[in-house]
């Protein structure tokens, strides 16, 4: 299983971003908002680069297409500040198709297991991962 915008601290963010878009930044930020939820929490995350903006939608969550994980808040920091995200990722985007394959709920409940209890998933068999529709 693959991690990606897992930052830190403010400062963590604050390094990652571009002044300006990336021309990958409107599938990749599709992409990441498709994900499935592994993980959900009641509330929400405030912006951590500017104090005056509260509650981003979608960030009290962990969400994953079977490969990779990100946390619910990253389709944000791409969209507003566009933060960097390593090529691997871009890049498996992109042979998706900018689709994200449906996950089953054993994959699902590995990669809770995982965050939870440190028992890693590795990639999910195809079987528990069905192209979406």
Request: net charge negative; aromatic share 10%; glycine share 10%.
């Amino acid at each position: 299983m693959k991690r990606v915008g897992f930052f830190g601290s403010a400062e963590e963010i604050a390094g990652a971003t571009a002044d300006v878009a990336h021309s990958w930044e409107p599938s990749v930020t599709d992409y990441l908002r498709q994900g499935a939820v592994v993980l959900s929490s009641p509330g929400w995350e405030d912006d951590r680069l500017n104090e005056d903006v509260k509650m981003i939608s979608g960030s009290a969550a962990v969400l994953t297409d079977g490969e990779w994980i990100w946390p619910g808040s990253l389709a944000y920091y791409v969209s507003t500040y566009h933060v960097n995200l390593p090529g691997e990722f871009i890049d498996h985007v992109a042979s998706h198709g900018g689709k994200v394959a449906s996950v089953g709920t054993e994959a699902l409940d590995a990669i809770a297991d995982w965050l939870m209890m440190g028992e890693e998933p590795g990639v999910m068999e195809a079987s528990s991962r069905r192209p979406s529709t």
